[in-house]
């Protein structure tokens, strides 16, 4: 599996997408919806865990879901209501936010002078990107100036939004919508730029070479994006454990690494220092770094917390 089908399986448990998603980079593009979401009787998973004067419950998101898909339950209804403190993965969101990221997508994720994304393509590369990028809205000249990483990212959530998936649906604007105007804490576990980091680190020859494969893998995403969504609505955090984390665990170690384990641990302390706060605290966060033995919840309990499914 190449890096890039990695993100592609990840993209919805990394909040940077958000810019992309919602940003001047995509075009508009007619949704056509990929399942009878409607149908789902949902209840997405939530954990808790406390002490003497602290609650804090921990949610796994997606950033971009159909809009047919109601999945606020009364429980999680009651949970934001009662809840002191918001914490996200970063601030992608705000206005504010968005306008910050920009540059910082202009300084990582565009080629510098004289170099552009086809010249750093094979022949079938570009062939296949000539074929692919009009079918999710895209010509390939408004792909020239991007490096591969920030292509891809481009070309899959364009897919997504072909396939019904609306950023504006996704869980941290539905919960930022149901805060607002409350007086709430806002927390943030990363910043902008570290989550664009993530994205950007790789060499452009190692980019390139996987954004090829990943051309070839897009055939894949409406049945993939098609288990994640039914499998988390429904709390089935086993099927988010194995379609994402271990396939990157077998596939892409390195990039399992970067995007789940180091930023799962790196995301410990920091609950850590929640818990010896005080008040009702809910965290919401990509959902696959949830599940599993690297993930958030295993990770607190190796800690000693004592973490129950809701």
Do not use: C
């Not at 970067?258 to 965290?283: C, H, K, L, S, Y």
Request: without cysteine; negative net charge.
């Amino acid at each position: 599996m190449s890096p890039f089908k990695t993100i592609r399986r990840t993209v919805s448990a990394l909040s940077g997408a958000a810019l992309l998603a919602g940003g001047a980079l995509l075009p508009s593009t007619a949704q056509a919806q990929s399942g009878d979401y409607a149908a789902i009787e949902a209840d997405p998973a939530i954990w808790h865990l406390s002490d003497a004067d602290s609650d804090v419950y921990i949610f796994g998101t997606f950033h971009l879901l159909p809009r047919s898909l109601d999945w606020r339950t009364d429980e999680l209804r009651a949970l934001i209501a009662s809840a002191d403190a918001l914490y996200l993965e970063a601030d992608v969101h705000s206005p504010e936010s968005q306008a910050a990221m920009q540059p910082l997508v202009m300084q990582h994720g565009l080629n510098p002078p004289g170099v552009t994304l086809s010249s750093l393509l094979t022949e079938a590369g570009n062939a296949a990107l000539a074929e692919i990028a009009p079918t999710v809205g895209f010509a390939p000249a408004m792909l020239e100036p991007m490096r591969p990483w920030l292509a891809q990212i481009a070309l899959a959530v364009g897919q997504m939004q072909a396939l019904g998936m609306d950023p504006n649906s996704g869980v941290e604007m539905v919960l930022l919508g149901m805060v607002e105007g409350r007086d709430i804490r806002m927390g943030y576990f990363e910043t902008a730029e570290q989550q664009i980091g993530f994205l950007a680190g790789m060499p452009d020859d190692v980019q390139a070479r996987a954004f090829e494969q990943g051309l070839e893998d897009m055939a894949e995403l409406p049945t993939m994006l098609d288990t994640l969504v039914t499998a988390w609505a429904v709390g089935d955090m086993e099927t988010i454990d194995s379609e994402i984390n271990a396939s990157m665990r077998g596939d892409a170690p390195e990039a399992y690494q970067v995007m789940i384990v180091q930023r799962n641990e790196n995301w410990i302390p920091q609950i850590a220092e929640i818990m010896d706060g005080e008040g009702t605290v809910f965290i919401a966060v990509g959902a696959a770094h949830l599940p599993g033995e690297n993930g958030v919840i295993e990770l607190l309990r190796a800690q000693g917390y004592q973490v129950s499914r809701q």
